[in-house]
């Protein structure tokens, strides 16, 4: 966990504090969770524990796992199936282990369990609820959706608009500056994606100094962002004027071979949404020549142009970064603790399918 205590997280984290005490007794509850195993995770992870939970927990991304924080989390008594940059195998049999766990009620970041559940023709499991914090893990339950209801807490303004929206660019922007020692300076920035993450990136790459240009596929989203100002084109057109590009569309190769071939020399690749082939990846890894500085590898195109990739194109802002300051990171976290006092109570109630957390169950973590 570098430098930082958990004494020091706990402190700034006040709201997380409040939400957790807020919980009811959790001993009849069995939650399986697959989340970024973060440092930032802990205060809600130890407060679940304290309050009698069984805990199963698993990585929605093995880049972003913290071999340290798994260790922490075991020590409050959860079983942690995860460790840093695991083996797809691996990940699979975690995520298949803590639905033979026989889990209540899920918590997860990704639909993994979820998924699996409904596509691999499974004995359900005796769970009363669940709740879903990401845009990728909603769509990929389209078509799919279990016999209990499903909380999605990504949509909310306090998730999307905060979270969403102001970290993720920002943090994003921070890791690249701290691992290339560059800034945005002079430098042109694609934007792939203007959702809210995108909508973040775009922002805090003008306020560190960079001209943005946005790729969207979506017409309305596309003309947003010419409201907002940017430069708006196809990934195609705008990709080989830019000298830095960053995807966040959790969308499959939306930077794909044909059009990373025709980058310009010294161009840098780095993605912060959910996939970690948001960028097409395999044939640019084949082409590695060099890791010129941690978390920076250089590869070598047909054109004989050089391009830098962050973090091998997993998620920028958490595996080579610390993710969100520990202030905002409170208010996702705090948001969490409720909807998960939700889904062990009322929310077991509600139907079958996928429900926005009610403002009743949020609002009290503000
Ligand atoms: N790094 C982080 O800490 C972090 C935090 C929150 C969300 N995320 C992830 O970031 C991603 C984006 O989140 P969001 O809330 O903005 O989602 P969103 O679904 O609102 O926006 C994604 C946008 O990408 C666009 N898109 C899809 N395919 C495209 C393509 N080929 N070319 C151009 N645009 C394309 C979509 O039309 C959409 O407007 C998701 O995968 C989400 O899970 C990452």
Redesign the pocket.
């Known amino acids: 966990m570098s430098a930082l205590t958990s004494e020091w997280v706990a402190a700034h984290m006040p709201r997380t504090a409040r939400a957790v005490a807020a919980l009811p007794d959790l001993t009849a509850v069995r939650l399986a969770m697959s989340m970024?195993l973060d440092f930032k995770m802990l205060p809600l992870v130890e407060g679940l524990a304290a309050r009698g939970a069984s805990l199963f927990i698993t990585t929605c991304n093995p880049t972003t796992v913290r071999d340290e924080v798994v260790a922490r989390m075991r020590s409050y008594g959860a079983r942690v199936e995860a460790a840093r940059d695991m083996p797809e195998a691996d990940w699979n049999a975690a995520i298949a282990a803590g639905l033979d766990w026989g889990p209540t009620h899920l918590s997860e970041m990704?639909a993994d369990y979820t998924h699996l559940l409904m596509t691999s023709g499974r004995t359900l499991p005796p769970v009363k609820a669940g709740l879903e914090a990401?845009?990728?893990?909603v769509?990929r339950l389209k078509g799919k959706l279990p016999p209990w209801p499903i909380f999605n807490w990504?949509d909310l303004p306090v998730k999307?608009g905060l979270?969403?929206r102001h970290?993720?660019g920002l943090?994003?922007w921070q890791a690249f500056f701290s691992r290339t020692l560059l800034s945005l300076h002079e430098k042109r920035v694609l934007v792939?994606?203007?959702?809210?993450?995108?909508?973040g990136l775009a922002a805090s790459a003008r306020a560190f100094g960079g001209t943005v240009m946005v790729?969207?596929?979506?017409a309305a989203?596309a003309l947003q962002a010419r409201y907002d100002g940017w430069d708006v084109g196809s990934?195609a057109e705008l990709a080989p004027r830019a000298d830095v590009i960053v995807t966040?569309?959790?969308?499959h190769?939306?930077l794909p071979w044909e059009v990373i071939e025709r980058l310009k020399d010294g161009c840098f690749l780095l993605n912060?949404?959910?996939?970690i082939d948001?960028i097409e990846l395999a044939p640019v890894l084949e082409r590695q020549i060099a890791a010129p500085i941690p978390f920076v590898t250089s590869h070598v195109l047909p054109s004989g142009a050089k391009v830098h990739l962050l973090a091998g194109g997993a998620?920028?802002?958490?595996t080579a970064g610390e993710?969100?300051s520990l202030n905002a990171f409170d208010v996702t976290l705090a948001v969490m603790a409720t909807g998960i006092g939700h889904i062990v109570g009322d929310g077991e109630q509600a139907s079958a399918g996928v429900h926005l957390l009610p403002k009743s169950a949020w609002e009290t973590a503000l």
């Open positions: 970024h990704g990401t845009g990728s893990g769509s990504d999307e979270h969403n970290m993720v943090t994003t792939v994606g203007y959702g809210t993450v995108g909508q790729a969207e596929i979506d989203r990934v966040g569309t959790g969308a190769h939306v912060s949404g959910h996939r948001e998620m920028a802002n958490l993710g969100d």
